[in-house]
């Protein structure tokens, strides 16, 4: 059963400041997505990592992808105050070694992210 | 494109009523799926499907069936509701594997 783990789960940042979302998971995969959501809202997807060694950037935010160690990492580079969200990764099963996917994503817990002034 | 349209937004039900959430997109989306989303619990998939007839369980799928007649739709079945089944419902789709999925809006259930 493929387990996915994110730390920390809260996370209180000051504005300007940089901090790393760690997600880690337990079986066998190189597709891993982050998504973020807002209070009340829907999943929004930042960030789709379809290889090992996979980075992605968009604004203050960075993602990659080290399928050996089974880890993602969203780092966020000099915090403001619209970044406060739910984030989450969200990990594909590979159901054979030619990397089909059924399309089974299991998602983390969501870290909640609040940036104050 | 419209996306991803769920119906209803909000719904009511009392215990043991059976209901139908609806979910379509227009994207020609091979891959579609349902997950609930519970405080604390992150999304957890209910069933998925790969392309029209099509489909298969989740994570939590007990008390609830789809069926994907067109690769338009794919609606989801509360069979007879339970409290336990109050949640927040959101329907996904995606293109290929190597897209992430499309969100639709989320319906808020709430079984009494």
């Known amino acids: 059963e493929l387990k996915v783990e994110q730390n920390p789960l809260f996370l209180s940042m000051q504005e300007g400041k940089n901090y790393t979302i760690y997600c880690n998971y337990s079986t066998t995969s190189d597709r891993l997505y982050w998504y973020r959501q807002d209070p009340g809202k829907s999943l929004e997807s930042l960030f789709v990592l379809l290889s090992n060694g996979a980075v992605k950037q968009e604004g203050r935010l960075m993602a990659s992808l080290d399928t050996k160690a089974r880890l993602s990492t969203l780092h966020i580079t000099a915090a403001v105050h619209d970044l406060s969200a739910t984030y989450f990764c969200?990990?594909?099963?590979?159901?054979?070694?030619?990397?089909?996917?059924?399309?089974?994503?299991?998602f983390g817990q969501g870290t909640i992210l609040t940036v104050h002034p | 494109n419209a996306g991803v349209t769920q119906t209803p937004k909000f719904q009511v039900l009392k215990t043991g009523q059976s209901m139908t959430l609806q979910c379509a997109q227009d994207?020609?989306?091979?891959?579609m799926s349902w997950y609930r989303q519970d405080p604390g619990m992150g999304l957890r998939l209910i069933h998925y499907s790969v392309g029209a007839g099509i489909t298969d369980q989740g994570e939590v799928p007990n008390g609830y069936n789809v069926s994907r007649s067109t690769t338009e739709d794919f609606p989801l079945r509360l069979l007879s509701a339970a409290p336990s089944q109050t949640s927040v419902y959101f329907c996904?789709?995606?293109?290929?594997?190597?897209?992430?999925?499309?969100f639709g809006s989320g319906t808020r259930l709430t079984v009494v």
């Open positions: 996904a789709s995606r293109r290929t594997i190597n897209y992430g999925y499309t």
């Open positions: 994207m020609n989306h091979e891959y």
């Open positions: 969200a990990v594909d099963l590979i159901a054979n070694a030619g990397g089909t996917s059924y399309g089974k994503l299991t």
